[in-house]
């Protein structure tokens, strides 16, 4: 009589114990130390390729509390922890969308793992929430306005802080969005904007750039329990909203296409790199800016009043 395992497991392809996940893009299955270790590698990797992290470094990590910035958070722990030339905080920013985010919750793990913490809200910042723009302009822009003033505050809190990195939670699905989502724009000069930072702008750091966001996400699960998967209410009119849909049908049966996005916008903007960003400091915050400073035309525009 033959005997058949009806519950025959999925086996690491590189130590043939029960696998946690199937990459699609490189046909590997991997346990849960193989994954863990695969991530982390892609990580590294990429801070030493850009020189990421140099002694001496201050760098802030935006921490929102969902699963890609927490990754990035526990990642960041475990990579410098024990080094005493490097030094972390984390910045929440909290935008006022009300049931969306609890500010608690990033500041606890942060705290949790001995890495001190910022908050800092929109409030407090321009004297409005997301919800009360909303109110006034309706949710079609919501996040445009929320993503450009969101930024300012980073940019100023990690500077205020004396950072001199700003790290980063995007994932490989986040950018080879951004790059589809600059072409079917014709946004030029989005797509040769140079990685060089302007004088100003604290340089950012993305280690989770070639790392897709289920990973992340599965990371974020591995390592800290609690996943936070919810996405902001007024998400639903981003055109982001539309690209995602559009390039995961895609990548279903094109398992690359989002390695291959990201590996177009990386060498795009390494063509600008000999260019100057052309940003000066905004006469009313302070903020560099191009020729107009968004962040105060924004609040101008929802306020009534000029800053």
């Known amino acids: 009589m033959i005997k058949v395992d009806l519950i025959s497991p999925m086996r690491c392809s590189k130590c043939r114990r029960p696998a946690i996940l199937f990459q699609r893009y490189s046909g590997l299955h991997l346990c849960r130390e193989h994954f863990l270790a695969d991530l982390e590698s892609k990580a590294k990797r990429d801070i030493r390729s850009h020189g990421w992290i140099r002694p001496g470094d201050m760098i802030g990590i935006a921490l929102s509390g969902g699963k890609d910035s927490s990754a990035l958070l526990y990642f960041l722990h475990t990579l410098v922890s024990r080094r005493k030339d490097v030094d972390l905080f984390a910045i929440t920013v909290d935008e006022g969308i009300s049931g969306y985010r609890d500010p608690g919750i990033a500041r606890k793990r942060a705290l949790d793992l001995g890495i001190p913490h910022v908050t800092v809200s929109f409030r407090e910042k321009f004297g409005i929430t997301i919800d009360e723009i909303v109110g006034k302009k309706g949710d079609f822009l919501s996040c445009s306005y929320c993503g450009v003033l969101r930024r300012h505050v980073l940019n100023a809190v990690a500077r205020e802080e004396h950072a001199t990195r700003l790290a980063l939670g995007f994932n490989l699905d986040d950018e080879a969005q951004s790059v589809l989502m600059n072409v079917l724009r014709g946004d030029r000069d989005?797509?040769?904007?140079?990685?060089?930072?302007?004088?100003?702008?604290?340089?950012?750091?993305?280690?989770?750039?070639?790392?897709?966001?289920?990973?992340?996400?599965?990371?974020?699960?591995?390592?800290?329990?609690?996943?936070?998967?919810?996405?902001?209410?007024?998400?639903?009119?981003?055109?982001?909203?539309?690209?995602?849909?559009?390039?995961?049908?895609?990548?279903?049966?094109?398992?690359?296409?989002?390695?291959?996005?990201?590996?177009?916008?990386?060498?795009?903007?390494?063509?600008?790199?000999?260019?100057?960003?052309?940003?000066?400091?905004?006469?009313?915050?302070?903020?560099?800016?191009?020729?107009?400073?968004?962040?105060?035309?924004?609040?101008?525009?929802?306020?009534?009043?000029?800053?």
């Not at 990386?266 to 009313?284: I, Y």
Request: glycine share 10%.
């Open 190 to 307: 989005r797509l040769l904007r140079s990685s060089v930072p302007a004088e100003g702008v604290i340089p950012r750091m993305k280690p989770f750039l070639h790392i897709p966001e289920r990973e992340v996400a599965l990371y974020s699960y591995l390592m800290g329990g609690n996943v936070d998967l919810g996405r902001c209410p007024y998400a639903h009119n981003a055109l982001r909203a539309g690209v995602r849909e559009m390039l995961n049908a895609y990548a279903w049966e094109h398992p690359a296409t989002r390695h291959a996005l990201v590996n177009l916008g990386d060498e795009l903007a390494g063509l600008n790199t000999g260019q100057k960003c052309g940003l000066h400091p905004c006469e009313r915050c302070g903020e560099p800016c191009g020729n107009v400073c968004r962040s105060c035309q924004i609040l101008s525009e929802v306020t009534g009043n000029d800053r």
